[in-house]
């Protein structure tokens, strides 16, 4: 476990397709990207000027990985209110939107149809799943391909041609080399947004922290106390965090907007656990669903479901600065070996010409 990520795919008009993995694909997509660089250009399309600053980093990422394959002058961004006038213009050879097509303003099919008449192969990757699954229906009859960042919300698409794609981490925003000088000064650290399913795992484990330098960090988690802060911050200061801390606390989330026919749980880790690992930080992740050893081994990402198996971990890794270290160290090696979004561009090359879109 934990060494090789299977890409699973449902395609209901073509049962016999067999499994992609990210580990199979260097040689086929550095053939690929010699043709494709003087072929064709990429690009890369989000939705409009309502999207988050999330959504705006992953952008940027995904961006960075199609460059590392492709060349930086063969990829091309835009948003979605100027992508139809773009296409018509700069005529792509793949057309790759990302983010979240749950806002009306996330209305794709005149990008597809204009991508369609350039001759462009159209991809769309749903960085929000599974918490938009009941909207699907507005990107379905549009697309040639679509990839979820949920393995399991796959099976919620009726098209021929959806594959399972997590998201990950990006060298160029999120990779720091472990500096082993640098204090840490935070014993357990988290930040996020406080959903409700957070507040309850970390009711359990308050009792565990209550002797610790601690920093929760997320709108909603004020009401907690000292140690606890509702604040917002940006991606330069959280990977500082990240280095400045012994342990980081990775709690899933579960959040439902446009979910509700299915109540379809997250069934895979979602991208700051390999954002954090990138950065260098010594993650205890809450299991709970999240098949977190088809990604990473025990020694590289430990787990914990209770808090008497949360107080274990705790005695065990701050008494060892070492452990940490090495712990840490494990888990960011793995990243940048498997779980890039260079390899994830590598792997969606590979799905197209397992589907016959490239030859």
């Known amino acids: 476990m934990g060494k090789k990520m299977a890409v699973k795919t449902t395609r209901k008009k073509t049962p016999t397709q067999t499994k992609a993995s990210s580990t199979t694909i260097k040689e086929t997509a550095t053939i690929k990207v010699t043709n494709d660089k003087m072929s064709g250009k ?20 995904i961006m960075s990985g199609w460059e590392n394959v492709f060349g930086e002058g063969n990829v091309i961004s835009t948003n979605i209110a100027g992508a139809a006038a773009a296409i018509e213009y700069i005529k792509p050879k793949i057309v790759f939107s990302i983010g979240s097509y749950l806002p009306e303003s996330t209305y794709f099919g005149e990008v597809c149809q204009k991508a369609k008449e350039v001759g462009a192969i159209t991809i769309f990757w749903a960085t929000e799943d599974p918490y938009e699954q009941d909207a699907n229906y507005r990107i379905i009859d549009d697309f040639d391909v679509i990839l979820s960042c949920d393995r399991w919300g796959v099976n919620f698409y009726e098209h021929p041609h959806v594959h399972f794609l997590p998201l990950a981490a990006c060298e160029k925003l999120h990779y720091r080399p ?62 500082e965090l990240y280095q400045r801390s012994k342990i980081v606390l990775n709690l899933g989330r579960s959040l439902h907007f446009e979910n509700k026919r299915f109540i379809i749980m997250p069934s895979n880790p979602g991208p700051r656990t390999f954002e954090a690992a990138a950065a260098g930080a010594m993650q205890l992740f809450h299991e709970d669903n999240y098949a977190i050893h088809d990604f990473y081994e025990r020694d590289e990402l430990p787990v914990f479901s209770t808090r008497y198996d949360f107080q274990q971990l705790l005695d065990k890794y701050l008494n060892d600065p070492k452990l940490i270290l090495d712990t840490a160290k ?8 498997d779980h890039t979004y260079t390899k994830r561009i590598e792997t969606v090359l590979q799905i197209l010409k397992q589907d016959g879109f490239l030859s």
């Open 178 to 239: 472990l500096d082993e000088t640098m204090e840490k000064n935070i014993d357990v650290m988290f930040c996020g947004v406080a959903f409700g399913s957070r507040k309850d795992v970390m009711r359990s484990i308050r009792p565990a922290l209550s002797d610790l330098n601690i920093k929760i960090v997320g709108p909603g988690w004020g009401e907690f106390g000292i140690g606890f802060s509702d604040a917002r911050i940006e991606k330069d200061q959280l990977v």
């Open 330 to 337: 494990k888990a960011q090696a793995r990243t940048l070996k």
């Open 42 to 61: 990429i690009m890369v399309c989000s939705g409009g000027r309502y999207e988050s600053q999330a959504n705006a980093q992953i952008r940027e990422a």
